[in-house]
């Protein structure tokens, strides 16, 4: 479904992705963990067409998208929810979630709304809230739910779980989950590698700009460095 080969990306003088190449089969939940600065992020933002690669090819469904603007790929479903859940704080929940559907025809908004409420029915009971006044895990769901309404077949997650309450970030597994379940395929980012290692068909380790250790999810959740650099020994 996703194919990356070779990429390379700069800030400036500073070569944060070297030689990347990584793939993510339809039907996959694949996990990208790594330390931070290991440069997660700046491979989601250039598979979302935020940042360019140098060099090598993104191929998604079969089309080259490295020099794809940015909504033509959340056209295509690949589709980013970034680090940090960037709402819209002044909107209401549902203002913000009508805001995911930019790229969608009309007729599909409404059924895509109900969809959303279906797997965030805490978002339902809010939908008139101001969102800057959602709780943190919320703020993540309506992040998720905006994404959800673009219709994505690819949903790349960056650290979903992040300054989240253990009880929440169970949650938001569990959602993740279940958006799988419903035929979502998944990448997702974070640095807590055993719950996403948990879920994952497969992952990949990144350090320093470069992908240095691939398996199942199992395996890697075995793996005896993963394990010492990742997992707390
Ligand atoms: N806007 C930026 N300008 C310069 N350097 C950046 C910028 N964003 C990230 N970096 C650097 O690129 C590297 C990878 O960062 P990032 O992709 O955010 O890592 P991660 O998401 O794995 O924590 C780090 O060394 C970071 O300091
Ligand atoms: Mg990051």
């Known amino acids: 479904m996703l194919s990356v080969y070779n990429i390379n990306v700069w800030y400036g003088a500073i070569h944060a992705i070297k030689n990347v190449s990584f793939e993510v089969n339809d039907g996959e939940i694949v996990a990208l963990i790594g330390a931070n600065g290991a440069g997660k992020s700046t491979t989601l933002k ?81 939908r008139r809230q101001i969102a800057g006044t959602l709780s943190g895990g919320e703020q993540q769901m309506l992040a998720m739910g905006r994404a959800l309404m673009a219709n994505p077949k690819l949903l790349m997650l960056d650290e979903p779980s992040m300054g989240l309450a253990p009880i929440l970030v169970e949650q938001i597994f569990e959602i993740i989950q279940a958006l799988h379940q419903a035929g979502t395929t998944i990448l997702l980012v974070e640095q807590n590698a055993q719950a996403a290692l948990s879920i994952a068909t497969r992952g990949y380790v990144m350090e320093t700009g470069t992908i240095t250790l691939s398996g199942s999810g199992q395996d890697l959740l075995h793996n005896d460095d993963v394990r010492k650099a990742y997992l707390g020994g």
Not at 52 to 57: A, E, F, K, L, T
């Open 46 to 126: 250039t598979l979302s067409g935020l940042l360019r690669s140098r060099s090598g090819s993104i191929k998604f469904m079969d089309t080259d998208i490295m020099h794809a603007p940015a909504e033509k790929i959340v056209e295509q479903g690949l589709v980013h929810v970034p680090e940090g859940r960037r709402i819209f704080q002044q909107m209401t929940v549902e203002e913000n979630l009508d805001m995911g559907a930019y790229t969608q025809p009309k007729e599909t908004i409404a059924s895509n709304l109900e969809r959303v409420y279906e797997h965030f029915p805490r978002l339902a009971e809010r």
